[in-house]
């Protein structure tokens, strides 16, 4: 590693922010985010910004904030845990069918999408009736979240056990993709889901009437906090832990899906999972870095230790990466999770012609309507340039191509 591997900033009141982003374009709006998160008191010696660093809410995503003595709800996000799995089959391309469109509806029917709200209508992103393999699953988590309801009851009416084993809107995804020697890869993004999504927001907004209550001035008040040794931080922690095995848990039962699809319309019998990563990009998880014990949140970042495989993703039509940390401590042994976005959702939708998203996703099977426009990938930064700008963070172990895309 040189000295020269990050930029260096330091902002009045702040610790300092070191930024993998040489190369990569970095929205001014993010940059003051990573000010006001580095003015927190209780941040650990500095704030990490990743190469694909972004607004988000509260905190930017692709940064990594390490804390002592408190947490942060917001700068973990509402989509707790969501990440990352990759699973290499034995396949090779010259196995798949010539046409990938049957393949395709093939998940798309195993594995509930999107969403669909109407009256009288079930959402189309979640199972009317689960089967009993879900259940199965969720029997794992079941009575941990019933304690979670008992404190809490308002997370109790929510989508949970309906949403494990479904992959959400935005940019969540299942890839069909090849490796650099024809291998056939499974890869998947998704989170905790719904019931993710109510643990975040209800815990953010409890944070945020706790600083009200202590007169507490924040310069956002989306960095609300929860000091260590009050009820409100074990409960916290206990929830966003639970999500973060629900996320887990999701990817592994969407994963057995998609395979169980896959043999429904290939003959060849193939091994699946000859090499997996099951991976966080949003979490908050307890290290030591430094010497000393302290809280490590993720927000749109992937852990990174020396010799840990993680997976980063490109656009729905550019390269991915399974990649090894490379143990980088300046980083807190992290690296980006994925591209990051250059363009908003409204902004793609305003600045990219359905016919630019066609020629961007040639030879993928994928969606091709003015729906996915704001996941185009002119929405997003260069992936090449994104992996340059932390080649002292991870070293590439595989690279895939996908040749399928199901989005919701």
Known sequence: MTDTSFEFRQVEGGVPIKMWTRGVPVDEKAKDQLAAASKMPFIFRHVAAMPDVHVGIGATVGSVIPTKGAVIPAAVGVDIGCGMMAARTSLM????????????????QAVPHGRVVGRGKRDSGSWGSPPPAIVEAWATLAVRFERLCDKHPRLKNTNNLTHLGTLGTGNHFIELCLDEEARVWIMLHSGSRGVGN????????????????????????????????????????????????????NRR???????AALRLKIAKPFDAELEAVNCHHNYVTRENHFGENVLVTRKGAVRAAKGTLGIIPGSMGAKSFIVRGLGNPESFHSCSHGAGRVMSRNEAKRQVSLAEHVA???????RKDAGVIDETP???????????????LVEIVHTLKQVVCVKG
């Open 253 to 259: 039962m969407m994963m057995a899906q998609v395979i």
């Open 360 to 366: 961007d996703t040639a030879g993928v099977e994928c």
């Open 198 to 249: 109510a643990i975040g927001t209800f815990f953010i907004e409890l944070a945020k009437q706790d600083m009200r209550k202590w007169h507490i001035n924040l310069p956002d008040e989306d960095l609300a906090y929860f000091p260590e040794g009050t009820d409100h931080f074990d409960d916290y922690v206990e929830a966003v832990e639970w999500a973060q095995d629900f996320a887990a848990l």
């Open 93 to 108: 391309a010259h196995d798949l069918p010539d046409s990938l469109d049957g393949i395709r509806a093939a998940i798309e």
């Open 378 to 392: 002119r929405a997003y930064k260069p992936i090449e340039a994104v992996m340059a700008a932390q080649a002292d």
